[in-house]
């Protein structure tokens, strides 16, 4: 079994649209976050959670809205997709939100394509 | 903004140890070094963390220095898999604690 799994593993899409990646976690972790990984190949963290709650807002387009449903999930959606937003996208895992706990657990990630 | 400083790229033969470098002389005594990896096309992987002592795993060795202010990471046998990307990243310990990865080193291993 995959530890943290994300859907779909591909997307490509017009600019405009709206679209949404999926994640979830079977590792019973409290804390889950997203990262965005550009052309460049820098990493940066976008969001997090613990225990469905918001703890890690980056400076991020408001067009870009996490939802977590319960704390073995975490969504990322996209509004008004623009050129600018195709990255690889990471969902991660931690035990908790201190750290404490060492490591985090990565996805595969979702590779978006904007035209 | 990242807190460590890397080589670009380094290379090593396989079999033999790739001993990689991070300068990071403004870490706080709070904070952990922590090393993770990502081969290519895949997510990032957890290699290593420690704060003052040197520590080591199945996967590879972190040899801090006395002062902190540096590390390296050790991988006794490197490999053909062992290419990718490592990066070492400072990290304190607490609410809301943050991974924030740098550009990282690319490890070339050669047959």
């Known amino acids: 079994d995959t530890a943290v799994s994300q859907t779909p593993k591909y997307l490509v899409t017009q600019m405009g649209n709206d679209k949404s990646i999926k994640c979830e976690q079977n590792l019973g972790h409290d804390t889950m976050y997203w990262y965005k990984q550009d052309s460049k190949k820098f990493l940066k963290i976008m969001f997090s959670?613990?225990?469905?709650?918001?703890?890690i807002n980056e400076t991020v387009p408001n067009r870009f809205s996490p939802k977590s449903p319960d704390k073995a999930h975490l969504n990322l959606h996209i509004n008004s997709l623009e050129l600018g937003d195709s990255a690889v996208y990471f969902c991660a895992s931690s035990q908790d939100s201190t750290g404490a706990t060492g490591e985090l657990f990565f996805g595969e990630g979702s590779r978006l394509t904007v035209l | 903004d990242a807190k460590t400083t890397q080589p670009p790229s380094m290379d090593c033969a396989e079999g033999r140890a790739a001993n990689l470098p991070c300068n990071h002389s403004?870490?706080?005594?709070?904070?952990?070094v922590y090393w993770y990896r990502q081969i290519h096309s895949q997510g990032p992987q957890y290699i290593i963390h420690?704060?003052?002592n040197n520590e080591t795993n199945e996967m590879a060795s972190l040899i801090i220095t006395e002062d902190r202010k540096s590390s390296t990471l050790i991988l006794p046998h490197a490999t053909l898999r062992d290419t990718a990307v490592y990066y070492c990243?400072?990290?304190?310990?607490?609410?809301?604690?943050?991974?924030?990865f740098g550009k990282g080193i690319t490890l070339s291993v050669r047959p």
């Open positions: 403004t870490i706080s005594g709070n904070e952990y």
């Open positions: 959670y613990n225990n469905k709650e918001l703890i």
């Open positions: 420690g704060l003052k």
């Open positions: 990243i400072v990290r304190s310990h607490g609410a809301n604690s943050k991974l924030t």
